[in-house]
């Protein structure tokens, strides 16, 4: 359900202390507060043992090839053995944590401190049964190369990292002072407090090296991290984009409710930030259950205006066409009956959307009702301004998809009412029924002429349909507003009159949704998808250049 945004909603970001305490399960990392997190620190930890798999590898196999060249064997058999073993383990590591699967916090933390810690104990053991002094030191650096690594690659707070080396640099200590000491250590090194004491200074700069590189990599994650914080909404990943903006899967930080948030273009100006608040405040009183429900609004500290709404599972009109083709007449009536309902109550209040297209309207599974339909974008589309052609006080502009635009939007867009919404979606309703767009043209100035001048083919003579839709979809591309279902109650009701209406049961809609799913995943893009080759890339332009190059076109 929608509900209308408090007054400081745009204040947010104004008040970082007053974000909610993070209360998500640390994984001694990043805080995981999606699934989405939790597979970042799989990935990351996955590209460690990686990491550390090959360079073990690599030594392993530099070291074979130069006792063969040399003829000298500087690796006990042991000592081999245990470099075996470290190697083995970060390749379990690494297909343990590359797999599709997302392991759970538990298991990821038990495979990073588990696998860590035999890593580095290995190569403790592998370079105490070295000759030495060369095995103290081949140990050492492979214990150093392992902790500093893992610091840089996964994001993990410092005390942690701390805690780990201790631990992990632990083995080369005991190897010094609980392991028998080869005679020529002690011709070499000297005393047995002398070599203690360097095994520990090397371990404590390690450790302290790592924790320093943690500290350092963690704090840009986390900043990075409030950088995608908006508000009470936690950005993850990006959805959408469109001429309108861009739209992110978000989470919100205490009801853990997934959301999209869309970031909208403009130029930032006060009085762009103050009508885009006037409007999603508007768009918030709709609570019919085809709209979508918008939740919340804010800006970034940058005079970014964003709006949160509900995330839909699901494909645009124009996805559903595009993969599936031109649909049966009692789901396009079932699918425009839906989408008059939405239209209907936003006339109500005085509120056009002015952007009716497939790619606003949106069909989804809605609890348990298959082919439920969803529109976007109420009342966000006017005034933007593109490629500096339109200013923010310029209200003589054609504002819209040119595929879809009524005749009065592009000779008189400041007088337009709720028809010219009618008549874009009778342009939906033919698009869903035939498969193509009732015109189309190389140029926007060429299509806007189609619409003001040419009469539309119709549907039955590019594929199947009904006379009776036919005659309702006709009557929505009429040129004059006059000759057109004067209201969405009126075309709702002309649709109910059509024979195949009902004829698109649930159990049809139920038995397409699950073959659906079986070919492809739906998408989850609530508000703006990539624009398809026909759907033309000036969805905002001059309404006098636009006048004027058809006074040109028809003089040529």
């Known amino acids: 359900m929608a509900y209308a945004p408090s007054q400081d909603a745009s204040t947010h970001l104004e008040r970082p202390s007053q974000r909610p305490t993070r209360s998500a399960v640390r994984l001694g990392s ?48 042991l000592a081999r053995a245990s470099h075996v073993a470290g190697t083995l383990v970060t390749l379990g590591m690494w ?14 933390q038990t495979l990073d401190i588990v696998g860590t810690l035999a890593v580095c104990w290995f190569f403790a053991a592998m370079g105490h049964f070295t000759v030495q002094p060369f095995g103290f030191y081949t140990g050492l650096l492979a214990m150093t190369h392992v902790s500093i690594t893992r610091a840089m690659i996964v994001p993990s707070v410092p005390q942690r990292t701390l805690l780990l080396g201790v631990a992990s640099f632990l083995g080369l200590i005991l190897s010094r002072a609980v392991l028998p000491w080869p005679t020529e250590l002690a011709l070499v090194a000297g005393p047995h407090s002398r070599g203690m004491l360097e095994a520990f200074l090397w371990s404590t700069t390690a450790t302290a090296v790592a924790t320093v590189a943690s500290k350092v990599i963690y704090g840009l994650h986390e900043k990075a991290r409030e950088a995608r914080q908006l508000g009470q909404y936690s950005l993850e990943e990006k959805i959408g984009e469109g001429g309108m903006g861009t739209v992110y899967r978000a989470r919100h930080a205490m009801l853990r409710r997934p959301t999209a948030v869309k970031l909208l273009s403009g130029d930032g100006s006060e009085e762009q930030l103050r009508r885009f608040e006037r409007e999603v405040q508007l768009t918030a009183r709709l609570t019919h259950p085809n ?61 056009i959307h002015r952007d009716i297209k497939p790619a606003n309207i949106y069909l989804c599974r809605r609890g348990d009702i298959p082919d439920f339909v969803k529109v976007l974008d109420f009342g966000l589309v006017r005034q933007t301004k593109t490629n500096g052609e339109l200013s923010q006080t310029n209200l003589n502009a054609v504002v819209g998809t040119p595929l879809y635009l009524a005749p009065e939007a592009i000779v008189t867009p400041h007088q337009i009412d709720a028809r010219a919404d009618l008549y874009a979606l009778g342009c939906v309703a033919y698009f869903l029924a035939t498969g193509v767009t009732p015109f189309s043209g190389q140029t926007a100035v060429e299509v806007c002429a189609h619409h003001l001048h040419t009469p539309p083919v119709p549907p039955s003579a590019r594929h199947p349909v009904p006379e009776d839709l036919e005659r309702v979809i006709l009557s929505c591309l009429a040129k004059d507003p006059a000759e057109r279902p004067q209201s969405a109650q009126a075309l709702s009701q002309a649709l109910e009159r059509c024979v195949d209406r009902g004829a698109w049961r649930e159990s049809d ?44 076109e028809r003089t040529s």
């Open 291 to 351: 709209t979508i429900s918008v939740y919340d609004y804010g800006r970034t500290p940058d005079g970014v205006f964003y709006y949160a709404m509900e995330l839909l599972d699901g494909l645009t009109l124009e996805d559903l066409v595009r993969r599936h083709g031109a649909q049966a007449p009692g789901r396009v009536i079932h699918i425009l009956s839906q989408a008059c309902g939405a239209l209907r109550e936003a006339h109500g209040i005085g509120l």
């Open 30 to 77: 990043l805080p995981l507060d999606s699934e989405q997190d939790l597979r970042f620190i799989q990935d990351r930890f996955a590209l460690f043992a990686k990491t550390t798999f090959l360079i073990s590898s690599m030594f392993l196999l530099a070291t074979a090839i130069a006792e063969v060249v040399s003829d000298a064997k500087r690796y006990s058999d």
């Open 509 to 552: 809609a139920e038995a397409w949704w699950l073959a659906s799913a079986k070919v492809e995943a739906p998408s989850s893009v609530p508000s703006e998808t990539p624009r398809s080759e026909e759907d033309l890339p000036r969805r905002v332009f001059c309404c006098a250049d636009l006048e004027a190059r058809l006074r040109a």
């Open 95 to 108: 297909q343990a944590a590359k797999s599709r699967r997302s392991m759970s916090p538990a298991t990821l």
